[in-house]
């Protein structure tokens, strides 16, 4: 049973450029969470998604940064032009449904996550 | 944004030690989750918490959610070489979806 998974696992862009980071979802889990951790720092939220929705993009910032996740293959977190503060590692989570609502016990698994390092 | 605390930043005890964490808030959280991290790795869900009071064991972790809803904490008896990681509680707020997490913990464990 695969667990969620991401990549690439190390992306190297110069200042200027775009980085696309993938995630696929453990199998049966909808939902999608896209975290970020700066070094030495806690995982920061950023955007959840369900198939083809944006449910909440608070924590993205509010240029250069996209998240989808279509109806068919990997949610794809998006950063164009990027900037060497955003060299961090992306983590990508799942739940089979949507967490915190009450009365559900879950709770989101993460993938290995990608490392970006803008030059 | 809400923050969960998380203290000291580094832990360092000999093999076979039991070690406490502890992870405390402001505000209230309805469920606690205690993952570890492993370097170059993703979090790991080790203990996850949903009703205040609950104390709940996996292998030779104990956690507990606490009583006041704004608090948790994390215990490993007889630590062994494989427990050094990084230690980051998270929580969960209201009908929130996404998690809160501390800075988390670096544990060290010394032959």
């Known amino acids: 049973n695969a667990g969620v998974m991401q990549n690439p696992r190390h992306l190297v862009r110069r200042r200027g450029q775009e980085a696309r980071l993938r995630c696929s979802p453990m199998?049966?889990?909808?939902?999608v969470y896209w975290y970020r951790q700066l070094p030495e720092e806690g995982l920061k939220f950023m955007v959840y998604?369900?198939?083809?929705?944006?449910?909440?993009e608070s924590g993205m910032p509010k240029e250069r940064f996209s998240a989808e996740f279509p109806k068919e293959g990997p949610s794809i977190l998006r950063i164009q032009q990027v900037v060497r503060g955003d060299s961090a590692a992306y983590f990508c989570?799942?739940?089979?449904?949507?967490?915190?609502?009450?009365?559900?016990?879950?709770?989101?698994?993460f993938g290995p996550g990608t490392r970006l390092l803008v030059l | 944004g809400q923050q969960l605390n998380q203290s000291p930043q580094s832990m360092f005890i000999q093999e076979g030690e039991d070690v406490s964490m502890n992870c405390t808030s402001s505000?209230?959280?309805?469920?606690w989750l205690w993952y570890k991290q492993d370097p170059g790795e993703g979090p790991v869900l080790l203990i996850a918490?949903?009703?205040?009071?609950e104390l709940t064991s996996n292998g030779r972790l104990t956690a507990q959610f606490g009583i006041t809803r704004k608090d948790s904490f994390l215990n490993i008896s007889a630590s062994i070489p494989s427990d050094v990681g990084i230690y980051f509680c998270?929580?969960?707020?209201?009908?929130?979806?996404?998690?809160?997490f501390g800075k988390g913990i670096t544990l060290s464990v010394r032959p």
């Open positions: 989570a799942s739940s089979p449904r949507r967490i915190g609502s009450g009365g559900f016990q879950e709770t989101q698994y």
């Open positions: 199998k049966g889990h909808s939902h």
């Open positions: 998604l369900q198939k083809e929705n944006i449910i909440d």
């Open positions: 505000s209230i959280f309805n469920t």
């Open positions: 918490l949903y009703k205040a009071g």
């Open positions: 998270a929580g969960l707020e209201g009908a929130n979806s996404k998690l809160t």
